[in-house]
């Protein structure tokens, strides 16, 4: 059985800036880093941003590097990329330097505007950088605010967002015109119209963040743009702002509702919170509603689906109710999304409350990953569904109550960890012999990477000398928190691990692991 089918109506992302500009060029679009950019600024700077890459050499297809905060340099590349049909390529800019370098050699970004605070980052970086401040205005200012005109097609790539990998380099996740032409449906959902403000507090080289932002830009509303995440820096924002809309994973909403006097702000103009990317726990759930006094909207969605496909309404967020088990589920597909759960191995559909992976088939999902045709190919399952790689159960209602991921990726704080990445690294240390790596519950960041090691015969590692190893050569959040010393791993037949056997003491007694 599937659930949720659907027409959307197409548009172009570029549209955004220009229909905008027209109509109601005077209204604020973006706010960060002390400034306010207007929609007729923004179209204006992201025309000139888009001289300047024609000036570079860049075009329909080519790839643009952006590595930095939340910033409304951003917003200038993305649609100056978009005015010529040119692809922008954001990178985490918390990856290490050699990291970065690589995701940018893989996007084949011939420029790459860089973040002042990153700056030293410019010179390793292949291809020419631009540094924002001085240097990058001075770029804007030396070409015509002239657009180009470029309009697209439904299937043109706009975005490449790049999704750790199970080996080597990150995977360029494509997004295209098509995959965001929810828009206008997504801002009505989440109650986002041209009167909102909306926070921007998750990373814009996270779904979340540029996902979000666009919702609200479509909308025609003030995105409000969150460059460091401080709980009580984001608490007097919202209320100094007079915040309406915002996106916040679970992790910071909980540090929020514990900042001093968080539940007498004044939140009267709040219409919304919007959480979702990874776990929650249902204290967490009953401290927002309680300091925050606004309804709530979980999201379930990833990357290659352009972000959210499933939505727990307010109305089901109700600790004490009835219904309180919905708050367990992640919610209901969105009508234009269908979703299935089959048999992972044979990939026969299950009968609602039967678990198996999780599959979608939406106008959203991505055509597939830059230059991995292998990757793609694993990744999309045929007649337009996409393999999610997470498992749960469908009630007979339809909302989705999620169990497992069967790829065994980690979140913690939002941020995905494959443990593979961590797992290589560990294993070339010369007192392990073998290395799984697992996330554990965390009453902060939902889950935290604990590495299981297998000592090499004679010697004794300690943890601290282990976790340091990871320090040296791991980017912060895929580190390992803690460490297990075990005899031997537990391995299937075929010599697999078994990491759900690894992970069942943690989660015992959790009645929510995956959001």
Partial sequence: MSFGKGPVVEYRVVSIVRDHARERGGAPAVTGDGRTVTYAELDARSSRAAQGLRAAGLGAGSRVGYVGKNAPEFFDLLFGAAKLGAVLAPVNWRLTAEEIAAIIADSGAAVTVVDAEFAALASRLPGRAVVTGEAYEEWLAARPASDPGHTGTPDDVVVQLYTSGTT?????????NANFAIGERMARRWRLDGSSVSLVPMPLFHIGGTGWALAGLYAGCRQVLVRDLDPAALVDTVERERVTNAFIVPAVLQFMCQVPDAGGRDYSALRAITYGASPITSEVLRRALETFRAPLFQLYGMTETTGAIVQLEPEDHDPDGPRRHLMRSAGRPYDWVELKIVDPATGAERAPGEPGELLVRSSQNTPGYWNRPAETA????GDGWLRTGDAGHLDAEGYLFLTDRIKDMIVTGAENVYPIEVEEVLASHPDIVDVAVIGVPDER??????????????????????????????AGFKRPRSVDFVEALPRNPSGKILKRELRA???????????
């Fill in 168 to 176: 080597g380099v990150p995977k360029g996740v494509q997004l295209t």
């Fill in 378 to 381: 694993a990744l999309l399952a």
């Fill in 445 to 474: 960041w939902g889950e935290t990477v604990k590495a299981v090691v297998v000592p090499r015969p004679g010697a004794s590692p300690a943890e601290e000398e282990i976790l340091r190893y990871a320090r040296e050569r791991l």
């Fill in 505 to 515: 003491p943690y989660w015992e007694g959790m009645g929510r692991t995956i959001a």
